[in-house]
């Protein structure tokens, strides 16, 4: 009894750092922001109580609501094609070939990266006699204005997010892979089960863990897109690829309304928490046992 | 006895330099500190000045202090304020005034400066930087606004420079072949889109918004013109839809992307640094047609000293020196390490030689007829960033976005109480 106290108590006693960083770095700065999205504030002048006006008027700005919607559309989109993109990468890299190493480190490289650095050399690409147009052209497709067209910046966007995330997450699903006692697949193979069978039974059920930890980062990586808008399209053209965080950072840091973007972000904060809960809830249903 | 020496050492190692970083060693003297943003070039005649001034002033040092532009002109300064640690001194764009005039943040100098000081700046600069009768920053350049070309290619194809939009619009068709187009203007969303969009519904005989901020003037026929006129540079494939570089970035044009470009007279010592053999010509903003008059706007950043500073009168000692009591600075920064125009009269006519020599002649031409950068608030910049990116990419009609800006300038004028810019 003594002993399990004592273990209690240092346990505690180590996650205290922790706990105080947590406190300090995420749990106060949320109850700042919550009361400041109380307020209109410009940051250098006086807050202005407002209730709360600013999450009203949430609801009537056309700008977020599409910021919203873009962010949905993007996530829709990014979170599957990551997915399937990666776990194939780490499909084909899993096997024990010569020179396969370097295929995972070219794979794996992007993300070593800098997102600006990268965000730079793709917008030189992406104009309109850059490299990508030059290399549609061989399909016999025009020149397009890809940054510069509102149905196409926001995949231009994703293409570049994809390039820098599709790596790390080929590592995170080679590490599951790995975890798959071999001798499922000797075992299925003198059942006679083939390729696609041995995947879909035996691969993709007992990868559920690292798909969950996949598909959960990816949604929350495709809901706080915001490097690659500032640096390629500043959200535009016309808002088509300004996005909830980006659409909040323009409202505070180039608009100054401070209280009208911390409502933002705590709106943000409620519906990732909410969808994050349901997704864990969801995903983690029905465990497969090994 | 080695083990308690090794800690006594390192206690000793940890406290000695703290005396060393508070107030007992350094703090005989006042301590003013200027901010602005980095400008690895221009700043190294900022920082001579500066040595000047704590040579000679030896109970005031100044304290320079610069960052990167995107983080000065977005969450630098701001967030310094709101935490009570802002500069003594800092640049200050035209956009940024009134904000920190409202707050109270902005000290006013009109005490400090007599009527002939003030009498050498050009009036119009006086009158940018005055909030219900106070003056609130000292201009220190003025950037006017104009259309850069190339001089040989407009020579080879037998182009004359374009003296109305039609001919203007006409010019970039002519110009557009191949890879290269035939005009470059701003097409990301901000304050600069804007500045350099306000000389066309200028130069259309409109505004904004009324001088003495009661209405919004939008959907103008000038205002719905120069959207429009805008709107077609895209729709019509003269003008690229996305850049490489930043609006004022006038190495677009050296590189080739276009052989007309919006810029401002930074451009001209840019160009003439770093493309040496690009032969370069300048010519006004068109009007809209004859019956109008070509209108540029002038940016540049002024001196504010921080009204709540606790050295504010060593503050503003420091910023008059800079911007008012000398010619020497004001000079060497708008002549050597910039292109600008001096506010002041003194200083253009010291520079009477360099502001006379083309293609700056034309920018003086210019200047006598531009107009300052208005200090709008943010929500009048996004209405009209709002429109024109509406009409640009967004398929609106030029009437239709700019009644949209209308109504939302129009909103907020009703519920604006805070002071009027010139005024």
């Given at each position: ?290 | ?136 920053a000292i201009p220190l350049e003025m950037e006017p606004v104009a259309i850069f070309y190339n001089k040989k290619i407009f020579k080879d194809l037998g182009l004359q420079e374009p003296k109305i939009w039609s001919e203007l619009l006409d010019t970039a068709h002519k110009l557009r072949k191949g890879e290269k187009y035939g005009i470059i203007v701003d097409v990301a969303p901000g304050y600069y889109q804007n500045f350099t969009w306000y000389p066309f519904i200028w130069s259309a005989g409109g505004d904004v918004i009324s001088k003495d901020w009661k209405r919004a003037l939008m959907t103008s026929q000038a205002g719905v013109s120069a959207l429009k006129l805008w709107g077609d540079f895209i729709k019509e494939d003269v003008a690229p839809k996305t850049l490489p570089g930043s609006g004022p970035d006038i190495t677009m044009l050296g590189n080739g992307i276009a052989d007309m470009m919006v810029c401002g007279f930074w451009g001209v ?155």
């Amino acid at each position: 009894m003594k002993k399990n106290i004592q273990e209690l108590f240092f346990g505690y006693l180590f996650l205290i750092p922790d706990l105080i960083g947590l406190i300090i770095f995420w749990v106060v700065p949320s109850i700042i922001a919550f009361i400041v999205s109380l307020y209109n504030w410009d940051a250098i002048g006086q807050p202005i109580f407002s209730s709360f006006s600013n999450y009203r008027n949430l609801w009537s700005d056309p700008y977020w609501i599409k910021s919203l919607l873009n962010t949905v559309k993007y996530s829709l989109i990014f979170v599957p094609l990551n997915f399937i993109i990666s776990l194939s990468l780490a499909l084909l890299v899993k096997e024990d070939v010569r020179g396969i190493g370097i295929y995972k480190a070219i794979f794996f490289a992007s993300t070593a990266m800098s997102s600006v650095a990268i965000s730079f050399i793709w917008k030189y690409m992406f104009q309109p006699y850059g490299f990508v147009n030059y290399i549609i052209s061989f399909f016999g497709i025009s020149q397009q204005p890809l940054l510069g067209s509102t149905q196409q910046a926001l995949f231009c966007i994703l293409l570049v997010h994809l390039y820098m995330s599709v790596g790390y997450y080929m590592v995170i699903f080679l590490a599951g892979l790995n975890d798959i006692p071999l001798e499922y697949y000797e075992a299925s193979k003198m059942d006679g089960a083939n390729t696609i069978q041995r995947f879909w039974f035996i691969t993709f059920p007992l990868l559920k863990p690292t798909s969950t930890f996949v598909l959960i980062m990816t949604f929350l990586q495709g809901f706080q897109i915001f490097d690659y808008i500032y640096i390629l399209t500043g959200g535009g053209p016309y808002y088509s690829t300004s996005t909830s965080v980006y659409y909040m950072y323009y409202t505070a840091f180039q608009m100054y309304h401070f209280g009208y973007g911390s409502s933002q972000a705590f709106l943000l904060f409620l519906i990732l928490v909410t969808l994050s809960f349901f997704m864990l809830k969801v995903l983690r249903s029905g465990k497969v046992a090994m | 006895m080695v083990k308690k020496g090794v800690i006594i050492l390192l206690v000793l190692t940890l406290i000695i330099p703290v005396f060393f970083v508070s107030s007992g060693f350094t703090k005989d003297k006042v301590q003013v500190r200027f901010w602005k943003f980095t400008d690895t070039f221009a700043d190294a005649t900022i920082e001579k000045y500066i040595k000047l001034w704590n040579q000679s002033h030896p109970d005031i040092e100044v304290i320079f202090e610069t960052f990167p532009w995107g983080d000065y002109t977005g969450t630098k300064l701001s967030s310094a304020f709101a935490t009570g640690q802002g500069p003594d001194v800092f640049f200050i764009s035209p956009g940024d005034l009134l904000r920190y005039v409202n707050a109270g943040l902005a000290q006013p100098l009109e005490k400090y400066l007599s009527t002939e000081e003030i009498k050498d700046f050009l009036p119009a600069t006086i009158q940018s930087v005055k909030v219900s009768g106070h003056i609130f920053a000292i201009p220190l350049e003025m950037e006017p606004v104009a259309i850069f070309y190339n001089k040989k290619i407009f020579k080879d194809l037998g182009l004359q420079e374009p003296k109305i939009w039609s001919e203007l619009l006409d010019t970039a068709h002519k110009l557009r072949k191949g890879e290269k187009y035939g005009i470059i203007v701003d097409v990301a969303p901000g304050y600069y889109q804007n500045f350099t969009w306000y000389p066309f519904i200028w130069s259309a005989g409109g505004d904004v918004i009324s001088k003495d901020w009661k209405r919004a003037l939008m959907t103008s026929q000038a205002g719905v013109s120069a959207l429009k006129l805008w709107g077609d540079f895209i729709k019509e494939d003269v003008a690229p839809k996305t850049l490489p570089g930043s609006g004022p970035d006038i190495t677009m044009l050296g590189n080739g992307i276009a052989d007309m470009m919006v810029c401002g007279f930074w451009g001209v010592k840019q160009l003439q640094a770093d493309f040496p053999k690009y032969d370069f010509g300048v010519f006004p903003i068109p009007p809209i047609d004859n019956k109008h008059k070509s209108i540029s706007v002038y940016g540049g950043w002024r001196l504010m000293v921080n009204a709540k500073s606790k050295n504010v009168e060593e503050a503003v000692k420091f910023a008059k020196w800079m911007g008012v009591d000398q010619i020497d600075f004001p000079l060497e920064w708008c002549t050597v390490a910039n292109s600008k125009f001096s506010p002041r009269k003194s200083v253009l006519k010291a520079g009477e030689k360099y502001y006379s020599t083309p293609p700056n002649d034309i920018f003086s031409k210019v200047l006598q007829t531009a107009r300052s950068e208005p200090a709008f608030p943010p929500e009048i910049v996004k209405a009209v960033s709002d429109a024109i990116q509406g009409v640009m990419f967004g398929g609106l009609d030029a009437k239709v976005a700019a009644k949209q800006a209308e109504t939302s300038i129009t909103d907020f004028l009703k519920n604006y109480k805070g002071g009027i810019p010139g005024m």
